[in-house]
């Protein structure tokens, strides 16, 4: 049985820092692209990073510059090292496993999710 649990989240006042870490157990993802989505209330789930199997990166722009992606495969864990933090970035934030090797922002491509995170940035 596949799961994902994310851990690192909390609150944080604006100009701050998190780490968001995801692990995974069940089975190993070395081969799948794994990414970072998140949901604040009333709005669409989006993809804010992901990285391929072989370590591309994609970001949203409204995180480029400030949010980092990586991966341990001998861990079968993802990270998300967020910083400069704005209270726009609030969310919910979800990890999740795509079926395919290459990053897509289809929520749709990702079959496998964790059960979230908070995230709350105060102004």
């Known amino acids: 049985q596949v799961q994902l649990v994310e851990s690192g989240g909390g609150l944080v006042q604006a100009g701050g820092s998190l780490r968001l870490s995801c692990v995974a157990s069940?089975?190993?993802?070395?081969?799948?692209?794994m990414g970072w989505f998140r949901q604040a209330p009333g709005k669409q789930r989006e993809l804010v990073a992901g990285?391929?199997?072989?370590?591309?990166?994609y970001y949203a722009d409204s995180v480029k510059g400030r949010f980092t992606i990586s991966r341990d495969n001998a861990k079968n864990t993802v990270f998300l090292q967020m910083n400069s933090l704005k209270p726009e970035d609030t969310a919910v934030y979800y990890c999740?496993?795509?079926?395919?090797?290459?990053?897509?922002?289809?929520?749709?491509?990702?079959?496998?999710w964790g059960q979230g995170t908070q995230v709350t940035v105060s102004s």
């Open positions: 999740a496993v795509s079926v395919s090797a290459v990053v897509t922002t289809r929520s749709g491509d990702y079959a496998y």
């Open positions: 069940g089975r190993t993802f070395s081969r799948n692209a």
């Open positions: 990285i391929s199997s072989y370590d591309s990166t």
